[in-house]
């Protein structure tokens, strides 16, 4: 199985006759434009299997939900620094910081280091 990836706008041929083009991304969807004569049919995948037909042996299921990572680097490092800093010394007593620095700890818990942390010794 030929495996392409393809940049918003690019497009690839299938024969002479169908061209694919890759609009754009949204979320986890992305929308393809197919330009193909009517005499060859084009359906989505849960179309043919809900109307009876198989399912290609070549179509593998992906996984539904990918866990997506913030690229750490120093300045990340740096900032989260910086929002501990000022938090610590905003008024403790005010519901509205000890939210956000619950927040904040929920997301970057404090006692270990974030992903691919840089440390600054």
């Not at 042996?57 to 910086?82: G, H, M, N, T």
């Amino acid at each position: 199985m030929l495996c392409l990836t393809l940049a918003q706008g690019e497009y690839l041929t299938i024969g002479t006759d169908v061209v694919v083009q890759f609009d754009r991304m949204s979320g986890d969807h992305c929308k393809l434009v197919i330009q193909a004569p009517r005499e060859i049919p084009v359906l989505r995948g849960e179309v043919l299997e809900r109307s009876g037909g198989q399912r290609p042996a070549c179509v593998f299921d992906a996984p539904r939900w990918r866990k997506r990572e913030i690229p750490w680097d120093r300045s990340k490092a740096q900032a989260l620094a910086a929002m501990r800093t000022l938090l610590s010394q905003m008024d403790g007593g005010d519901s509205n910081v000890r939210t956000l620095r619950r927040q904040l700890n929920h997301i970057f818990p404090p006692a270990s280091k974030g992903p691919n942390e840089i440390s600054n010794g």
